[in-house]
């Protein structure tokens, strides 16, 4: 065999070889959502619904109509984001669950950012709102970085902490020094100002945050994958002690990725504020940066897939009404789905390498 | 139905039938799913079955629901953002649904202004009293004098109480949550001058670990009547329950949580508001786009009095809500001083159910034990 091979065969079979890659890494999340409806439509049979309607139902919900996909993916634009919180880290091994807490610091800086700046031309209000929200958002989780590399503290713990603390801070200055006195009963910071709010993509209802989440979720790709920046943090994501071995500067890899994370949850955050509420309160805690762990591990953490599954759980979201409308099913319904394709991918992660149709088998 | 459906002809069939039922439903955008009855959407923010607030709510579109020409459609735990513009839209455009019911108070400003401005033909009922004159016609706000209730509740529950302190778990410190406290220490000390309220704010609307070790903290200082102003009085009522003490309700009614220890309690009275505003929209009538009232105008009432009321207490709480009833009766009158000893209502000076100068209420009046920051 060894003689056959030429320059362009090899070629050939690399190619081939990562087509089937490729293919691998769409065939087995797609057989894990289908093991997973199959699953949920048991589940709802036991409560009496016909799995069929449901589906149908939640198709229409979804996906169905114009309205349905711009609902789906105004729910999806801001789980891309606070997915890659949890995403870009991971490239480095680290399991990050606070982008909770980056979103809420986020949103935090960004309405204090505008509120500094009466008057200002909205474009300069809105740009110093998105450096404002992804500076906070960046340093939070830096923080938790901070602490691993240097402290050895766990990160998964102490990005979590961090959430409650930037949710207790939030609560603070909304309900003391940055509350508005008109804010009676719901205590808010003052608004923003409508000149200041982003809109809506033209002909759509669908906020630019989605938008910012592709163009983020993109450039993410491009870092970890096109990049020796990237590489090397997969590197060390691979080995830690190789990659210090090898001399590569560990410390500053963690601290990047964990602010680039965390800058991708405040600028969600800052979507949040500028394109949904128009001011701070404690509504901007809604889990959105909680989902967004679940969208990181379903997309096993590539930037990429981070955007097809936001829209996945972003349709789940909004079909998850009508279902409760169409057929009495309680909400805990969703969760329930959600908690089956995730329980399904995680265990679909021991198919990887074990599909011999998917097997290297060129140079 | 049977698992044994679900066969893989079944499944492929299905597949194709989703896909089928997708393109007709994609051609046909807007298209009601309940013709011929007026589409009714209830928006709640936490479950309808909480024992609070949204079951409150629920059994108000319960009541509802009855009214023959009527089709409800309800949807649960959404939260105060954008999904509930989603939500709301979703109801219009899906279900076709004319008039809407967003209970949430955080649903108002922005989301309910927004799609109302949008949507002028669709009907907006949002439960706090926050219309005013520049917002959407077709939007309005109802909302009840709930503090009445809990005068009534506070009577009981002063009459009752042995060790003359009475314990209140509340979320947050705003003047709805101040009114309702200031309100049931009110009605204590009509029974017992001397009486005092400790209060612990939890600091949301919803959390059951705090407000357990809350209930817990209040019944070791040997608070034995404990009330609650929190999306779920449930887990207040059973801590009460289960450390022997007594407890009054709130949002609606909790007896069969605890069937001994409920006292009495302060309830909304959606069910009797919601098919009142029904049958007014569908009859064409206009409905009041600032809609409130109290124990007269029936949108709140009192629970029936648990065994342990005595006949005092019976006698006394009948009473106050035979003069609130009669209309005219002010729960807040001068000479009235906060728990710092600063004088908050003049001699002479009274603030009836509808004063303004009542929805910005900052303190907390002598007897209370707490603070407001």
Request: glycine share 12%; hydrophobic share 50%; proline share 5%.
């Amino acid at each position: 065999m060894a003689i056959a091979i030429g320059d362009k065969l090899a070629g050939r079979a690399a190619l081939g070889d990562r087509l089937r890659q490729a293919a691998e890494g769409v065939v087995i999340p797609t057989l894990a959502l289908i093991a997973a409806m199959i699953l949920f439509g048991i589940f709802v049979a036991v409560s009496r619904v016909d799995p069929l309607e449901l589906y149908a139902v939640m198709y229409r919900g979804a996906f169905g109509t114009w309205f349905s996909w711009q609902n789906t993916l105004t729910r999806a634009a801001p789980l891309i984001l606070t997915a890659l919180c949890t995403a870009l880290p991971a490239q480095l091994g680290m399991v990050i669950i606070g982008g909770e807490g980056a979103l809420v610091m986020g949103g935090l800086a960004a309405t204090a950012a505008a509120l500094a700046l009466p008057g200002a031309p909205p474009l300069a209000v809105q740009l110093a709102m998105a450096l404002a929200g992804m500076t906070a958002g960046g340093l939070w989780i830096a923080l938790a970085g901070g602490l691993r590399h240097y402290r050895g503290v766990n990160e998964t713990i102490s990005s979590l902490l961090l959430v409650y603390i930037a949710i207790a801070l939030l609560n603070h200055l909304v309900e003391g020094p940055m509350r508005d006195p008109a804010s009676l009963n719901k205590p808010s910071t003052r608004a923003i100002g409508a000149a200041n709010m982003i809109g809506s993509i033209p002909g759509t209802d669908i906020h630019w945050g989605l938008v910012f989440g592709i163009i983020a979720a993109v450039l993410a790709y491009f870092l970890v994958y096109r990049t020796t920046f990237g590489f090397a943090a997969r590197i060390a994501g691979g080995n830690m002690r190789a990659a210090k071995v090898v001399g590569l500067a560990v410390g500053r890899l963690v601290l990047a990725m964990c602010f680039l994370g965390g800058a991708a949850a405040g600028l969600a955050g800052m979507i949040e504020i500028a394109a949904v509420h128009g001011r701070a309160n404690g509504n901007l805690a809604a889990g959105l940066g909680t989902t967004g762990i679940l969208v990181a591990f379903l997309a096993r953490h590539n930037p990429l897939a981070v955007i097809p599954v936001a829209v996945l759980l972003g349709g789940i979201g909004a079909s998850g009404g009508l279902i409760q409308r169409r057929l009495g099913l309680p909400d805990a319904s969703v969760m329930v789905l959600q908690g089956i394709i995730f329980l399904m991918v995680l265990a679909s992660d021991a198919l990887y390498g074990r599909i011999r149709f998917f097997a290297p088998r060129g140079g | 139905m049977a698992f044994t459906r679900i066969s893989r002809r079944h499944l492929l069939q299905g597949t194709a039938a989703i896909g089928a039922a997708g393109a007709i439903a994609g051609l046909l955008p807007g298209r009601p799913a309940f013709a011929g009855d007026v589409v009714v959407g209830f928006i709640y923010v936490g479950s309808r079955d909480d024992y609070g607030y949204n079951q409150a709510h629920a059994q108000g579109a319960a009541a509802l629901k009855k009214v023959p020409g009527v089709k409800v459609v309800e949807e649960e735990n959404v939260p105060e953002t954008d999904a509930v513009e989603k939500t709301m839209e979703s109801m219009i455009n899906l279900d076709g649904a004319t008039l809407l019911f967003p209970t949430s108070f955080g649903y108002y400003n922005p989301h309910v202004l927004k799609i109302a401005a949008k949507d002028p033909k669709v009907r907006f009922e949002h439960c706090g009293g926050l219309w005013t004159e520049k917002d959407p016609k077709n939007a309005a706000s109802y909302f009840g004098y709930i503090d009445e209730a809990q005068y009534v509740a506070g009577i009981v529950a002063g009459h009752t109480s042995k060790t003359g302190k009475l314990g209140f778990v509340a979320a947050k410190p705003i003047p709805q949550v101040l009114r309702n406290i200031n309100a049931y220490t009110l009605g204590a000390q009509t029974a017992n001058p001397k009486i005092t309220t400790q209060v612990i704010f939890t600091g949301d609307w919803s959390m059951p670990v705090k407000e357990a070790e809350a209930a817990n903290s209040l019944i070791d200082q040997g608070v034995d009547v404990i009330t609650c102003h929190v999306d779920g009085p449930k887990t207040v009522v059973e801590t009460a329950a289960r450390r022997g003490i007594m407890v009054t309700g709130y949002h609606c009614d909790q007896s069969v949580l605890a069937p001994k220890a409920y006292l009495t309690g302060a309830e909304w009275n959606w069910e009797g508001l919601y098919p009142k505003f029904g049958k007014m929209f569908m009859a064409g009538e206009p409905i009041p786009n600032f809609y409130r009232g109290g124990l007269k105008e029936g949108l709140v009432k009192v629970s029936a009095y648990g065994p342990a009321v005595g006949e005092a207490a019976r006698k006394a709480a009948d009473d106050a809500k035979a003069k609130l009833m009669a209309g005219g009766f002010a729960i807040f009158k001068g000479p009235m001083t906060d728990n710092k000893g600063k004088m908050v209502i003049a001699s002479g000076q009274a603030h009836g159910q509808t004063d303004p100068v009542l929805e910005r209420m900052d303190y907390l009046v002598e007897g209370v034990v707490g603070s407001t920051s």
